[in-house]
């Protein structure tokens, strides 16, 4: 193995053609973007995470690393593109398909070909084999078809690529076997083989284990809301039984992970997916949960102005894609009662559709600020600044991430709603 082609170069494609590169493969990194390609070939990076900007820097100026537009020769070939779904919440699997089919003239016998994009069950057997085979290429004899699904968590991709067990499935054992050997050069995790479909069924539960735990303690939260008890008290005596492990509520599920991979169980086992399901429905709900409560807070005043502050769906990463609070600043913004406004350290102006603020000019004069992203920015706000630049200084934190002083301001967290009153003017 001496070249790898990376089809993809987002938060996972990137990430992994530079790992590579740093142990001496030679890497093109393939996008439609040209401005990915074109900033790529500079040595600059187009997403956030920590330490990729110095490792691809590096990779470039040692000619390891580069980027095209089109597919290359290779002896491996990684397809990590997106796989969003439609809006009837069924797997978008277009971009997976293309990529397989822009590699087909490049592909030659003994090449390895590995799909880290997450697809839904039977996606390799069903969709990406038949392509190659149907191009004149044996998945069972000549090349070696494999699924590696991505385990990494943003802010920690560069550490988890390397540290975390893979799980390779192929299409055939020796498949299974070529694909685990190209990661076995880079991680020092295990590496298990398995066949493709397991492979596929082991990323969605996953994924799909912590949405339904999420789920769960989303719930509590708006059952607790009703019954007047601190969810986050319950929380953590519960957590305190050895076998307990209550996950944290908040605003939503977001990502390309948690907020997708339990529909492409659903899609594939409708009548048996119940309560996978159901929890995708519980966390869905989360954001007309926040903004109801919002409108208790704010119901006798009569144009009242919410800063939100947060639009990534976790914190310290630069990521919007299926975000919560976004759905959140949609549902306030169009409410022409609510004056809304928005501000994310970690989020460029050219990520979203409508304008973003410093937090000075957020602040002020808001009557609400509502926290949907646990930055470290919000973990270390200063009470009295807060408190100095809003009309009525109430915090409504949905990731019970801040330490805000109640003696300078109103604090609600999203698990303890039981004192909820509107705000008097």
């Known amino acids: 193995m001496k070249k790898i082609c990376v089809i993809g170069l987002g938060y996972i494609g990137l990430p992994t053609a530079a790992i590579f590169a740093r142990a001496g493969y030679d890497i093109v990194g393939v996008d439609v973007s040209e401005r990915v390609v074109n900033s790529l070939n500079k040595g600059i990076v187009t997403i956030e995470e920590a330490g990729l900007p110095e490792l691809v820097k590096g990779a470039v100026e040692k000619g390891k690393l580069r980027a095209s537009l089109n597919p290359e020769e290779a002896d491996v070939f990684i397809i990590a593109v997106p796989t969003p779904i439609h809006d009837d919440y069924t797997a978008n699997v277009d971009y997976v398909i293309n990529a397989t089919k822009a590699i087909v003239p490049f592909v030659k016998k003994g090449d390895v070909v590995i799909v880290e994009s997450t697809i839904p069950p039977r996606t390799m057997d069903d969709v990406v084999a038949p392509i190659l085979q149907e191009a004149g290429l044996d998945v069972q004899n000549d090349i070696f078809l494999a699924h590696c699904p991505e385990r990494v968590l ?7 690529l390397i540290e975390n067990t893979r ?36 990323k969605l539960m996953e994924n799909t284990f ?9 719930e509590l939260a708006k059952i607790s809301a009703k019954l007047g008890v601190n969810a986050h008290h319950v929380i953590e005596l519960a957590n305190k039984h050895p076998r307990v492990n209550i996950h944290q509520p908040g605003p939503g599920v977001g ?74 600043y949609q549902l306030l913004a169009r409410n022409p009662r609510f004056e809304t406004v928005a501000h994310d350290p970690h989020v460029q102006q050219g990520q979203v ?16 600020a509502v926290v949907l992203a646990d930055h470290n920015e919000f973990k270390t706000l ?17 990731k019970n991430c801040t330490n805000l002083d109640n003696d300078y301001l109103t604090l609600y967290k999203i698990g303890d709603l039981s004192g909820l009153k509107p705000i008097q003017l």
């Open 154 to 160: 943003p802010g920690r991709i560069l550490i988890e």
């Open 167 to 202: 799980i390779v499935g192929g299409t055939t054992p020796v498949a299974a076997k070529k694909a685990a050997d190209v990661y076995r050069a880079i991680v020092t995790g295990d590496v298990i083989e398995t066949e493709a479909l397991t492979a596929e069924m082991s």
């Open 210 to 218: 912590r949405d339904v735990n999420i789920a769960l303690a989303n």
């Open 255 to 328: 990502g390309h992970c948690l907020a997708v991979d339990p529909y492409f169980i659903v899609e594939k086992a409708r009548n048996e997916s119940v309560l996978i399901k159901l929890s995708r429905d519980i966390n869905n709900s989360m954001p007309e949960f926040v903004v109801e409560k919002i409108e208790e807070l704010t119901v006798q005043i009569e144009k009242p102005k919410i800063a939100v502050l947060g639009l990534t769906y976790k914190g310290n990463i630069d990521d919007v894609r299926e975000s919560p609070a976004i759905e959140i």
């Open 353 to 368: 559709a409508f304008p973003l603020l410093s937090l000075e000019d957020a602040l002020h004069d808001a009557n609400v």
């Open 382 to 398: 200063d009470s009295q600044y807060v408190a100095s630049k809003m009309k009525t200084p109430v915090v409504f934190d949905t």
